[in-house]
T-cell receptor, first 110, second 115 residues
Framework: TQLLEQSPQFLSIQEGENLTVYCNSS?????LQWYRQEPGEGPVLLVT?????EVKKLKRLTFQFGDARKDSSLHITAAQPGDTGLYLC??????????FGKGTSLLVTP | DAGVIQSPRHEVTEMGQEVTLRCKPI?????LFWYRQTMMRGLELLIY????????DSGMPEDRFSAKMPNASFSTLKIQPSEPRDSAVYFC?????????????FGPGTRLTVT
């Protein structure tokens, strides 16, 4: 059973477009992390959100944690080819365990 | 500082053979995780070590899988005998925090193909 559902599964856009990807669950998480994974590499942490309703910005990336701490979104403004990769969300319920979604595969073409 | 180091990067083996994957965590990190990634199931936690002690191995698929951490700087994941359904990318990750709930640093992975 997948605790975290990510959508869309695949996204192909042109450089300069905006996009939003979603991470949803019926479970409450103490915190939620977003990772980006490039081909042939391991995931790299982008951000951790902890408080319900929290919004964090990382340059052109905006992350939001839902009020009930069950869902999150990632919005990218003016996407660039360097944003291409697999975006994974991971929820922390207690202690050490990270529950990963299957990811959104993003392709940004020039 | 070097990141998490995994070897080999690619492994191709025949069904029934023993496979050993290796991991060197970041120096000073207390927690170590082994994950498996497939298209169908995504990233799955196999086992978690804290201070070299296995804390949770509930994700290990079956008895064919075993993991060890003899010291703070080395861990192995062994599959014996290997089967085609074990084909996946295996990641090792380490974390500086005892709880491990925060930032995890992933290695580049080992792509395993069992024919």
């Amino acid at each position: 059973t997948q605790l975290l559902e990510q959508s869309p599964q695949f996204l192909s856009i042109q450089e300069g477009e905006n996009l939003t990807v979603y991470c949803n669950s019926s479970s409450v998480f103490s915190s939620l992390q977003w990772y980006r994974q490039e081909p042939g590499e391991g995931p790299v942490l982008l951000v951790t959100v902890v408080t319900g309703g929290e919004v964090k910005k990382l340059k052109r990336l905006t992350f939001q944690f839902g009020d009930a701490r069950k869902d999150s979104s990632l919005h990218i403004t003016a996407a660039q080819p360097g944003d291409t990769g697999l975006y994974l969300c991971a929820g922390v319920r207690s202690g050490y365990a990270l529950n990963f979604g299957k990811g959104t595969s993003l392709l940004v073409t020039p | 500082d070097a990141g998490v180091i995994q070897s080999p990067r690619h492994e191709v083996t025949e069904m029934g053979q023993e496979v050993t994957l290796r991991c060197k965590p970041i120096s000073g990190h207390n927690s170590l995780f082994w994950y498996r990634q497939t298209m169908m199931r995504g990233l799955e936690l196999l086992i978690y070590f804290n201070n070299n002690v296995p804390i949770d191995d509930s994700g290990m698929p079956e008895d064919r899988f075993s993991a060890k951490m003899p010291n703070a700087s080395f861990s192995t994941l062994k599959i014996q005998p290997s089967e085609p359904r074990d084909s996946a990318v295996y990641f090792c990750a380490s974390s500086p925090r005892t709880s491990g709930g925060d930032e995890q640093y992933f290695g580049p992975g080992t792509r395993l193909t069992v024919t």
